[in-house]
């Protein structure tokens, strides 16, 4: 038996419209698994549906997660559809580069929002017995800068390493519940928030960023794959942990 194997695992994905949850969505099809995948773009959400491997059983749900009342209703009727949730990635989020001066409460408000509130939510939700199997995984994106210091990320760093720690706590809740929850912390990955990021930023700012990841600018697969991981077999003794997938960046 291939540990590593998703086959036939039903794994529910915010987030994927783009950069790493779209790449989370696609990687997970390839390892045999079916999809209930949420973003609030419709037209790129369905660009997502036709990469997947052909015979992937996919559910979507166009929802902005931050304010759907009728969320569990929607996960409930996919769920009747699919089956019960064996796996969840939260890949939804949102990054401001701002000095401390421009950032408002309303910034903080609205990062918290997507990358921690909602997916504790959707977790709170998928933790029921009725929408989950007896053994499932949920697996949260933070970023290293949840974990070091970065100029200009007050907001979004305070945001995933929120995710870590809550996150952990979550572990030791839902451990009782045949539940696993980690997180995933990447560098920077190629994806259309990191290229509006080095647009802003400039071109010496942008070079001294690739300088400080010894492999080089991260692919969303990369992620992708350690979330694979960590929904698989292969990671059942694995609950609570924070995985750096980032080239190096944090070994300095």
């Not at 007896?134 to 949840?146: D, K, L, M, Y």
């Not at 930023?201 to 969303?220: R, S, V």
Request: charged residues 20%; contains cysteine; glycine residues 8%.
């Amino acid at each position: 038996m291939n540990q590593f194997s998703l086959k036939d695992r039903i794994i529910l994905i915010t987030g994927a419209s783009s950069g790493i949850g779209r790449s989370c969505s696609v990687e997970c099809s390839r390892s045999g698994a079916h999809l209930i995948l949420i973003a609030r773009n419709e037209e790129e959400l369905q660009k997502t549906v036709s990469m997947l491997t052909p015979g992937t059983r996919t559910e979507t749900i166009i929802a902005d997660i931050t304010n759907a009342e009728n969320l569990e209703e929607l996960i409930a009727d996919k769920v009747s559809i699919l089956g019960k949730i064996s796996g969840f990635i939260h890949c939804a989020g949102i990054e401001k580069t701002l000095p401390l001066k421009k950032h408002t409460a309303q910034i903080y408000t609205d990062i918290f929002a997507v990358n921690v509130i909602s997916g504790f939510e959707i977790a709170k939700i998928l933790s029921l017995k009725k929408y989950k199997n007896e053994t499932s995984s949920f697996v949260f994106i933070s970023s290293v800068a949840g974990v070091v210091g970065e100029i200009g990320k007050a907001a979004y760093s305070a945001s995933k390493g929120a995710v870590v720690s809550g996150a952990r706590s979550l572990a030791m809740e839902l451990s009782r519940s045949g539940i696993r929850v980690n997180s995933v912390s990447p560098a920077m990955v190629h994806t259309p928030i990191l290229e509006k990021m080095f647009e802003n930023i400039g071109e010496d700012a942008a070079g001294e960023i690739l300088k400080k990841h010894p492999l080089g600018i991260g692919q969303p697969e990369d992620v992708a794959n350690a979330c694979i991981f960590l929904l698989s077999e292969a990671s059942k003794w694995i609950t609570g942990s924070n995985l750096v997938v980032d080239g190096g960046y944090s070994a300095h």
